[in-house]
């Protein structure tokens, strides 16, 4: 007993800087979300390794959340969210995997009815280290005398949501809060995505620079969800230029979940 102490107390003061490594930086995935409509039950994944050397990853489901800020955090850390989990209704496999570089992997993905509404948990899969990651006892001592080297391998995971709907989606939004705040970079352009319908809304934020659905292009962030566990959340982007005094954007949010395209709320501004 005394023995483990002081061995203790003397690694925890004698501790050289770690080193830190990041395992899996190489992964790809797609598509970047799965969606099961009313009587859709199967889907496929795929996994690429877009890296030098052979990596193995592991391949579960694990529920998250949307917090106000766009935030994706395992729910596990927000008890108070609420969640209607899909864990219990999707199934996948496999569940662990190896592959050479430049080698994907299918990963079969299915889903059963749930009991009304939508439910969602999220694929994560997360590249895991090599048996030879790490320091060797010879290594772990080499750095001095009184000195154990310690190295922090960083694992890298990517999770996309699963969705099951069993029903028609009830996506609805709107565009509240639009305004121009200065940044160190520059202007960008703030907003408020609202979720009014009961379904997860999912599009493209278009900004137009002039008012209507055909005026140009200035930038647009794509992919923005608002799940229902939150009403609303916010969307902040760059402007490629300066607005002028008097000139007029448009923020358009656009479908690209169960009717793309279509636009699902919009709103102007006219520059102070």
């Known amino acids: 007993m005394w023995m483990r102490v002081v061995l203790s107390a003397v690694f925890l003061l004698l501790v050289a800087e770690p080193v830190k490594a990041q395992v899996g930086a190489d992964l790809n995935i797609s598509p970047k979300r799965v969606v099961f409509e009313p009587g859709e039950r199967s889907a496929t994944v795929y996994i690429f390794n877009q890296g030098d ?7 579960e489901l694990v529920d998250r959340v ?20 899909a864990s219990e209704l999707v199934q996948h496999t496999p569940r662990r995997i190896t ?10 993905v299915r889903a059963r009815p749930g009991a009304g509404g939508e439910h969602r948990t999220h694929l ?6 090599s048996e030879t990651a790490g320091f060797t006892v010879e290594q772990a001592v080499q750095p001095g005398a009184d000195e154990v080297a310690v190295q922090v391998i960083a694992l890298f995971s990517v999770s996309i949501p699963v969705i099951v709907r069993d029903g028609p989606a009830d996506a609805r939004a709107a565009v509240e809060n639009v305004q121009i705040l200065q940044a160190d970079a520059g202007q960008v352009l703030s907003l408020d995505l ?18 209507g659905p055909d005026a140009p292009l200035a930038t647009a962030v794509r992919g923005v969800a608002v799940y229902p566990e939150i009403g609303r959340r916010t969307v902040v982007t760059p402007l490629p230029a300066p607005l002028t005094p008097g000139q007029t954007v448009t923020v358009i949010y656009r ?7 279509e636009i699902l709320a919009t709103a102007t501004l006219v520059a102070p």
């Open 124 to 129: 994560t899969v997360t590249a895991l280290p």
């Open 53 to 59: 050397q052979p990596a193995t990853y592991s391949v």
């Open 255 to 261: 479908d690209d979940d169960a009717r793309p395209g």
């Open 99 to 108: 592959l050479q570089p430049r080698e994907s992997q299918a990963i079969r």
């Open 66 to 85: 949307m917090l106000p800020d766009g935030q994706i955090v395992a729910a596990s850390d927000y008890p108070e969210a609420t969640l209607d989990s």
């Open 194 to 211: 609202v979720r009014q319908g009961e379904s997860s809304v999912y599009g493209d934020v278009e900004v137009l620079l002039g008012a």
